[in-house]
């Protein structure tokens, strides 16, 4: 896919949220299981996060995600950055004992579970509008320790919020290809975007989308 091509989805999920809002995310996100991307183009440099955004064609039936270094979402990469980033495809619910198989840690399969039983008893009301309405996904770098990851949507319980809240989650899965069965688990990691930091500088691909 080309930037305008890439912008253009990330400017429709946009706009989707902005009418939709949390109901409208779960309801074109609650079908997917996980994301998977090869990090072995993103990593090098002094990259600290991954940016995962979110995109939707105009028809609103095709969902993406666009991975990208902070080290290269910057205005400053152009015009190659189409290089550096990795497009990737949701994919549905499968089999839940081959997940059993795959997740054996009990925290994180806790969480997947509760995005695989019903997102929208979780992710409701003024707290879900206010904290869960994601544009992007912030991967701490040092998570991706294979050239294969697997990021699982999940749900977690949010911090110091009274009466209990929940909040959007990935679980990261790095892939060991030459034997499937040992891998690591990263949580508590991620960090949804919005709140957007002071600067958007090193958030180009919605930076623009934001200041239309």
């Known amino acids: 896919m080309d930037l305008q091509e890439v912008k253009s989805y990330i400017r429709n999920w946009n706009q989707y949220l902005l009418q939709k809002g949390i109901?409208?995310?779960?309801?074109?996100?609650?079908?997917f299981q996980y994301f998977e991307f090869d990090a072995e183009q993103l990593l090098g440099?002094?990259?600290?996060?991954?940016?995962?955004y979110l995109g939707i064609s105009e028809d609103l039936n095709d969902v993406k995600l666009f991975i990208i270094t902070d080290t290269f979402d910057?205005?400053?990469?152009?015009?190659h950055i189409e290089k550096h980033i990795?497009?990737?495809?949701?994919?549905?619910?499968?089999?839940?004992?081959?997940?059993q198989a795959e997740i054996s840690d009990k925290k994180a399969m806790k969480r997947i579970?509760?995005?695989?039983k019903s997102p929208k008893s979780?992710?409701?009301?003024?707290?879900?509008?206010?904290?869960?309405?994601?544009?992007?996904?912030?991967i701490p770098t040092d998570d991706l320790r294979?050239?294969?990851?697997r990021a699982y949507f999940a749900i977690k319980k949010a911090k110091d919020t009274r009466p209990l809240e929940y909040e959007i989650d990935?679980?990261?899965?790095?892939?060991?290809?030459?034997?499937m069965k040992e891998s690591n688990i990263s949580y508590d990691t991620i960090r949804l975007v919005p709140p957007f930091p002071p600067s958007t500088e090193n958030f180009y691909l919605i930076d623009e989308i934001l200041n239309d």
């Open 122 to 138: 979780y992710l409701k009301g003024s707290f879900s509008e206010k904290t869960n309405v994601v544009r992007c996904f912030t």
């Open 113 to 116: 579970k509760r995005w695989q």
């Open 74 to 79: 910057s205005k400053k990469t152009l015009p």
């Open 86 to 99: 990795c497009v990737a495809t949701p994919v549905v619910f499968g089999i839940s004992e081959q997940l």
């Open 170 to 179: 990935l679980i990261i899965r790095n892939i060991d290809m030459h034997n």
């Open 45 to 52: 440099g002094n990259s600290e996060y991954v940016h995962a």
């Open 146 to 149: 294979t050239k294969v990851n």
């Open 23 to 31: 109901k409208g995310l779960v309801k074109k996100l609650e079908k």
